[in-house]
T-cell receptor, first 113, second 116 residues
Framework: DGGITQSPKYLFRKEGQNVTLSCEQN?????MYWYRQDPGQGLRLIYY???????QKGDIAEGYSVSREKKESFPLTVTSAQKNPTAFYLC????????????FGNGTRLTVT | AQKITQTQPGMFVQEKEAVTLDCTYD???????LFWYKQPSSGEMIFLIY??????QNATEGRYSLNFQKARKSANLVISASQLGDSAMYFC?????????????FGQGTTLQVKP
C-alpha cells in the first residue's frame, strides 16, 4: 500500500526526556513536513524538507530537531527544550507539482508529564 | 502576515441538506492556492478540494465545491447532500506566496455535526 506511516499512534514520556517521532513514506514524494496541532486549533508548521539532506525551520521550530538522510524518512525529535510538547503531531508529504496538496499520515499523539 | 480566518467554531446541518463553511484569507500575494481538509475524530487530515488564485471557475469535487470570491478574499466550502460521515472538523488553508515550498497556513477549523 502506498502511504505515510507515523508511529507510534500514542506516545508517553516524562518531562526532560527527548523523544523521536517516526514518519515513513513510500509515495516517492520529495517534500516532507511536520505539523503540530493543539486541541481545537489549526496546524502549525514545525519543519519541512524539500529534498534529502536539506530541511528548513517552520513557524515553531524551537525545541524540535529533524533529519532527512533518506527520501522515505523524516523523523522529528522533540527535545527537552520544547516548553509545551504535549500535542498531536502530523507528518505530511507532497509531490513537487506547483500547489499540489499535502498528504498526511495518521498522526502521533504525544503526552509529556 | 498571511492569515486564514474561519469564524464558525461549530455548525450543525440536517442530513441531506447543504451546508456552507466560511473561510476568509488575508494575503498580499498575487499567486496562491486555497485548500480544504477534513479531519474526522480519528485524527487524519483528508484533502478535499483545491482552488488556485488564477482559476476562474470554482473548484468542484463530487459533493464538495469551493465558492471562491477573490475580491472579497473568501473561499467558502459548500457540502451538498450532507451525510452522517461528513461529521468532522474542517480546515481551510492557503499556500504561502508563489514559491513552491508547499508550506500551508491553516485556519482554526470548523466542527461540523450532521444530524440524522
Amino acid at each position: 500500500d502506498g502511504g505515510i506511516t507515523q508511529s507510534p499512534k500514542y506516545l508517553f514520556r516524562k518531562e526532560g526526556q527527548n523523544v523521536t517521532l517516526s514518519c515513513e513514506q513510500n509515495l516517492n514524494h520529495d517534500a516532507m513536513y511536520w505539523y503540530r496541532q493543539d486541541p481545537g486549533q489549526g496546524l502549525r508548521l514545525i519543519y519541512y524538507s524539500q529534498i534529502v539532506n536539506d530541511f528548513q525551520k517552520g513557524d515553531i521550530a524551537e525545541g524540535y530537531s529533524v533529519s532527512r538522510e533518506k527520501k522515505e524518512s523524516f523523523p522529528l525529535t522533540v527535545t527537552s527544550a520544547q516548553k509545551n510538547p504535549t500535542a498531536f503531531y502530523l507528518c505530511a508529504t507532497r509531490s513537487g507539482f506547483y500547489n499540489s496538496p499535502l498528504h498526511f499520515g495518521n498522526g502521533t499523539r504525544l503526552t509529556v508529564t | 502576515a498571511q492569515k486564514i480566518t474561519q469564524t464558525q467554531p461549530g455548525m450543525f446541518v440536517q442530513e441531506k441538506e447543504a451546508v456552507t463553511l466560511d473561510c476568509t484569507y488575508d494575503t498580499s500575494d498575487q499567486s496562491y492556492g486555497l485548500f480544504w481538509y477534513k479531519q474526522p475524530s480519528s485524527g487524519e487530515m483528508i484533502f478535499l478540494i483545491y482552488q488556485g488564485s488564477y482559476d476562474e471557475q470554482n473548484a468542484t469535487e463530487g459533493r464538495y465545491s469551493l465558492n471562491f470570491q477573490k475580491a472579497r478574499k473568501s473561499a467558502n466550502l459548500v457540502i451538498s447532500a450532507s451525510q452522517l460521515g461528513d461529521s468532522a472538523m474542517y480546515f481551510c488553508a492557503s499556500s504561502k506566496g508563489s514559491s513552491n515550498t508547499g508550506k500551508l497556513i491553516f485556519g482554526q477549523g470548523t466542527t461540523l455535526q450532521v444530524k440524522p
